[in-house]
């Protein structure tokens, strides 16, 4: 392994085709797995930038799919597309984008190519000069909000008059075909980019995903392409890939994602009173309003602890078709969850040996009232290895973050 490590290894779509062989030789499904986190691994090494920590010595495969040298790892954070459909059986919207290989033929368009060429075109500012948002824009704030190394994001959402969001599954609200969502990162007081989903279609797959860098004056800002940008206008911030928005959100080879595609966009999140739009204030708007707002079981430290893992691993490791499905561990949080033995968390990580992921002086998934020894502390707090969770989107720690899931963990009996 460690010589593979340090092969140049074939690009994600390679692998994906190679394996998909692999499927119909090999005996089991588990075997598959295997292959597909020691290719990823190989593929993670070759892109880390000189002076990173590698991590060759330790098998960190639990969650291997893992590239923090290239932009085109980098989360597009609450912003992504598509869908998986569960993994291994169909992978046809990465094969379509980027041309299939065994095939032939030039790919379609992608749906990136039908959104405008600069921001201003977009609908977001009525005015961009004086930076006045459109009266049709509802902006909202997530409860629990996803680490994205300390800079500042504003979001927006639009949904087409006269449509409603479809909220039958409240954990997995379905928009309307032209909804778009925006959010605004800014560092020092500076805007940097602006991303934006917009649904282009019925499919569970219609979805398009692009990046607007914003020029010096913060006067425009242009559409960036699917490559995204490194170190954007000279800062430590890069603006993400195509590939690197499917990380998070759905369709990429190797999971994660949730069919809604709007991550900080659900009932749990909006059951605050700190949103500018709240779950209560959408009700004419959803199919199926919530009753009432959701709260997140147990005292404040598991609250705190929860939402935190539900917005910032959640979004890979859930029950979803999207999810990672490398090993059965979940911390998506649902409406029905009333206690904290009923969240997923509590189910698939408390007390839970570890699948694959066993090297580092841990005992187990979250070992209760033994945070140093809880694989989840352990891998927050790294960076530039394959250990780093999340893995992407982020190259410094988050000391709050990890604060407050130590203190639930502390907590535990």
């Known amino acids: 392994m460690k010589v593979m490590a340090h092969m140049r290894m074939p690009s994600t779509t390679f692998v994906h085709t190679l394996v998909s062989k692999l499927i119909r030789t090999l005996p089991t499904r588990s075997a598959v797995l295997v292959c597909i986190s020691i290719m990823w691994t190989g593929c993670s090494s ?5 002076g990173s920590s590698s991590g060759d010595d330790h098998d960190h495969s639990e969650h291997a799919d893992v590239d923090h040298g290239s932009v085109d790892e980098h989360d597009h954070e609450d912003h992504s597309d598509g869908s998986h459909g569960g993994h291994g059986d169909d992978h046809s919207d990465t094969d379509s984008e980027h041309g299939d290989m065994e095939m032939g033929g030039d790919p379609p368009p992608a749906k ?9 075109e977009t609908g977001l500012y009525a005015d961009i000069i004086s930076k006045t948002i459109a009266d049709d824009m509802l902006h909202y704030v997530p409860q629990f909000q996803l680490w994205s190394d300390a800079a500042d994001k504003e979001r927006w959402a639009y949904i087409p008059g006269g449509q409603t969001i479809d909220s ?3 954990n997995n ?3 309307p075909v032209g909804s778009r969502f925006f959010k605004e990162f800014s560092i020092d007081g500076k805007r940097i980019e602006t991303r934006l989903i917009e649904r282009v279609g019925e499919g569970p797959r219609d979805f398009a995903f692009v990046s607007y860098l914003w020029n010096a004056a913060e006067t425009e800002a242009t559409k960036v392409g699917p490559e995204g940008v490194p170190l954007a206008l000279g800062t430590n911030h890069d603006v993400p890939s195509k590939m690197a928005c499917l990380r998070c959100h759905g369709s990429h080879p190797l999971g994660g994602g949730r069919p809604s595609r709007m991550l900080g966009f659900s009932a749990i999140q909006l059951s605050h009173t700190e949103s500018t739009i709240t779950v209560d204030d959408l009700a004419e708007r959803m199919t199926h309003p919530l009753d009432t707002p959701y709260t997140v079981p147990g005292d404040s430290k598991a609250q705190a602890a929860l939402g935190y893992l539900h917005a910032n691993c959640g979004n890979c490791h859930n029950d979803e078709a999207d999810r990672v499905p490398q090993v059965d561990l979940s911390f998506w949080l649902n409406v029905e969850d009333t206690t904290v033995e009923a969240t997923s968390a509590w189910k698939t990580a408390v007390s839970q040996d570890n699948a694959l992921f066993n090297d580092q002086h841990v005992i187990a998934r979250i070992a209760p009232g033994n945070a140093e020894e809880s694989a989840v502390i352990y891998r927050m707090s790294q960076r530039g290895n394959t250990a780093q969770m999340p893995p992407v989107a982020t190259k410094e720690a988050d000391p709050t973050g990890i604060a407050a899931v130590t203190a639930w963990i502390r907590s535990l009996p």
């Open 46 to 50: 070759q892109t880390k930038p000189a």
């Open 173 to 175: 609200w379905s928009v």
């Open 168 to 170: 039958a599954d409240m």
């Open 112 to 120: 990136e190519d039908s959104l405008p060429d600069t921001l201003s």
